[in-house]
T-cell receptor, first 113, second 113 residues
Framework: SQTIHQWPATLVQPVGSPLSLECTVE??????LYWYRQAAGRGLQLLFY??????ISSEVPQNLSASRPQDRQFILSSKKLLLSDSGFYLC????????????FGNGTRLTVT | GQQLNQSPQSMFIQEGEDVSMNCTSS?????WLWYKQEPGEGPVLLIA?????ELTSNGRLTAQFGITRKDSFLNISASIPSDVGIYFC?????????????FGKGTKLSVKP
């Protein structure tokens, strides 16, 4: 069966520090991979998605970037965090070629201080 | 941008009561998904709907894809305390791109034993 792992679960970082969140998927090949952000009281906002190694589409211009160095690995990064980057970050995957249904990881709670 | 209007925002009900929530839009959707999110975790898929008029059940949960393709509802029958959480609808716009899965802002359900 397929599983998705996301870490760390929680993170507190000072403003201006770098960020690296990692997500890996097991049990499937060439999945579509996604990074979402969930702010308090809001729905999920798509940040990036990838249909293959090295292929990244950005939905929202911002202080963040994503990379996919391996087939089942997706990384969310920032060179300098802003206060507004605080939130709940969710990685998700779907079967290659289709977007739904999405399967989510357990998320990373990021607090920028 | 495109929006899904999900209502109600929150519900406080007694155990055993039935629950109904819905999502509406002015746009046409090809797919509707319903997710449940518990505190500190990622959303978990409950029901996926792929065809206008489709009615699908998952245990005590029933969801329908509206005939107009602009709305969907989720019903929970005989609620129990473990139904507590935030329920999200998500839809893929007709003619939408790979990344165009739009989420509602969620319905927070509280169940009193």
């Amino acid at each position: 069966s397929q599983t998705i792992h996301q870490w760390p679960a929680t993170l507190v970082q000072p403003v201006g520090s770098p960020l690296s969140l990692e997500c890996t998927v097991e049990g499937t090949s060439n999945p579509n991979l996604y990074w979402y952000r969930q702010a308090a009281g809001r729905g999920l906002q798509l940040l990036f998605y990838s249909v293959g190694i090295g292929q990244i589409s950005s939905e929202v211009p911002q202080n963040l970037s994503a990379s996919r160095p391996q087939d089942r690995q997706f990384i969310l990064s920032s060179k300098k965090l802003l206060l507004s980057d605080s939130g709940f970050y969710l990685c998700a995957w779907s079967v290659t070629g289709v977007m739904w249904p999405l399967h989510f990881g357990n998320g990373t709670r990021l607090t920028v201080t | 941008g495109q929006q899904l209007n999900q209502s109600p925002q929150s519900m406080f009900i007694q155990e055993g009561e039935d629950v109904s929530m819905n999502c509406t839009s002015s746009s046409i959707f090809n797919t509707w998904l319903w997710y449940k999110q518990e505190p500190g975790e990622g959303p978990v898929l409950l029901i996926a709907l792929y065809k206008a008029g489709e009615l699908t059940s998952n245990g005590r949960l029933t969801a329908q894809f509206g005939i107009t393709r602009k709305d969907s509802f989720l019903n929970i029958s005989a609620s129990i305390p473990s139904d507590v959480g935030i329920y999200f609808c998500a839809g893929q716009l007709s003619g939408g791109s790979q990344g165009n899965l739009i989420f509602g802002k969620g319905t927070k359900l509280s169940v009193k034993p």
